[in-house]
């Protein structure tokens, strides 16, 4: 079977029982997805337990199962596999089903709390100018060329993953980019997967709910990094404070990029205004229509990729000039009359921080800052209070909503992020819960030259309340405003 091939050595078999002679027509750890002929991969996850449905998908036509505990009772029609870790081993057999798509791809994985889908995009735009078929996998959206594939999640499970990368390479893709969650890594979704490169933006607070704790949410990231091979690069932040512990152990070639340390590939801010950024690449100059000194960093680290996989310089930077900003990420609209409105998934305090300094560096200091800002349902509900003070410490007025609340009140979330507003801050404070009228009073009170920030919610096109997702889009609601407030 040449499915378990890299099986022993990788994860650990322990046991095969029945015949290996089995044709195997699909793969699946899912039990309600289970189609004739095929292997069910039996994988403890955080709800629940794959392997109490192994009788269920035999029932189905599962002609195979692989496990980590046998049933008790075995059915003499069908093969058992035994191994390890069967989560691992999904990977394995996942890239063995597909043909190991990712050893004929130039895979590169970025990770790190905020920045990795713009650094993505804007490979994969980068590349695609430069005349490559190329692949994307972000949290926005999958896209194979001009083929645009919904995104459920940051990083798809390990044969999602796989068969997006056969049908990249059957659409002639030489190249991929995509994003590596620490949900994805912890969760070994990326198991057997050969990538050409890693790069590491930064770490910040956040998914403390699922890693709880700063240091098991470092270890998640720094893995990715330990898995990368000796024909790979290691690319990392080097002004972030963990960006060189996530090369220790690696076996890749390691490179640092930064704005004020001395690394291999260095920039500076010349200019930063809502126009765009003027920067110096390797004492060359370029304009980029980006805004804030977070996108020098992902441009500079789009840069660094793209001369490590042997690109002209000359040539990247040229088109790097050309590449517009990613939806949601500090988009900007200015209204008829002189309101600058933008939309950004600062979701993070570091993210969110990051934003309203690049506001404040830009502004001239008579135009107020309007902040709108939630916080997601079921997500680390530390971060609260220090995303509404954040808010407060940047903003001449801050609006606290509702972001995703999904299975939680949101008049709870925004009582949490209330602790944050401190005495100081009160007056200038108010709750709405209603994301929409939220967005249409920060529109009735900015003026003329007035800034107001939609933070949270980015490229999302829904609201998650209680299980289902309504349609919701910021900067469709902002525009609406923009015009009712402009008559």
């Known amino acids: 079977m040449k499915l378990l091939k890299d099986i022993l050595y990788k994860v650990g078999l322990v046991e095969i029982i029945g015949s290996t002679n089995v044709a195997i027509a699909a793969i699946s750890f899912d039990s309600r997805k289970i189609e004739m002929d095929s292997l069910f991969v039996a994988v403890k996850g955080t709800l629940s337990d794959g392997h109490k449905y192994i009788d269920d998908t035999i029932a189905k ?38 043909d190991n798509p990712s050893e004929s791809l130039v895979l590169v994985g970025v990770t790190g709390t905020n920045g990795k889908t713009t650094t993505v995009t804007l490979l994969f735009s980068l590349f695609k100018k430069m005349g490559y078929n190329v692949g994307l996998l972000s949290t926005v959206k999958n896209q194979i060329n001009n083929e645009i594939i919904p995104a459920t999640h940051t990083t798809p499970d390990a044969i999602q993953l796989n068969a ?48 709880k704790t700063f240091q098991e949410y470092i270890k998640a990231k720094k893995r990715f990094f330990d898995m990368l091979g000796p024909d790979a690069f290691a690319l990392t932040n080097k002004d972030d404070a963990n960006g060189e512990l996530m090369l220790q152990n690696t076996k890749a070639t390691k490179k640092t990029y930064s704005l004020h340390a001395m690394a291999d590939f260095r920039c500076k801010v010349v200019e930063n205004q809502f126009s765009g950024l003027l920067l110096n690449i390797d004492n060359n100059e370029v304009w980029s229509k980006l805004i804030g000194n977070f996108n020098a960093y992902n441009l500079l680290a789009v840069y660094a990729t793209a001369v490590l ?105 925004i009582k949490q992020m209330e602790k944050g507003v401190d005495a100081v801050n009160h007056k200038k404070t108010i709750s709405i819960t209603d994301r929409s009228e939220a ?49």
């Not at 002609?63 to 999904?90: F, G, H, R």
């Not at 939309?343 to 008579?366: E, Q, S």
């Not at 997601?376 to 209070?385: I, Q, W």
């Not at 009073?441 to 209680?466: F, N, P, T, V, W």
């Open 61 to 98: 036509g599962a002609v195979a199962v692989l496990c980590e505990e046998l049933p008790s009772i075995l059915n003499d029609k069908i093969t058992y596999i035994k191994v390890n870790d069967a989560s691992v081993a999904l990977g394995i057999v996942a890239g063995n089903f597909y």
């Open 164 to 211: 997006l990368l056969r049908h990249m390479l059957d659409k002639g893709c030489t190249h991929c980019f995509m994003e590596v969650s620490s949900h994805a890594v912890m969760q070994n979704r990326i198991s057997g997967i050969h990538f050409s490169g890693g790069v590491f933006t930064n770490i910040t607070h956040d998914h403390l709910d699922y890693h």
């Open 309 to 413: 996989l042997k690109e002209d310089k000359t040539n990247v930077l040229t088109t790097l000039s050309t590449l517009s900003s990613v939806e949601g990420r500090f988009q900007y609209i200015r209204s008829d009359n002189g309101i600058v409105g933008i939309v950004d998934y600062a979701h993070t305090p570091d993210a969110l921080l990051n934003v309203l300094k690049t506001i404040k560096d830009i502004r001239t200091g008579n135009e107020q800052v309007i902040t709108v800002v939630g916080c997601g349902g079921d997500r680390d509900a530390a971060k609260r209070p220090i995303m509404a003070k954040i808010a407060c410490d940047l903003s001449n007025k801050v609006i606290l909503t509702s972001d995703n609340p999904r299975s939680e009140e949101p008049e709870v979330i």
């Open 439 to 487: 967005i249409k009073m920060a529109c009735s009170i900015a003026k003329a030259g007035d800034i107001i920030l939609i933070a949270g919610k980015g490229h999302e096109k829904y609201q998650e309340i209680k299980g289902v997702k309504h349609q919701f889009d910021d900067m469709q609601v902002l525009k609406e405003n923009f015009k009712l407030f402009e008559k």
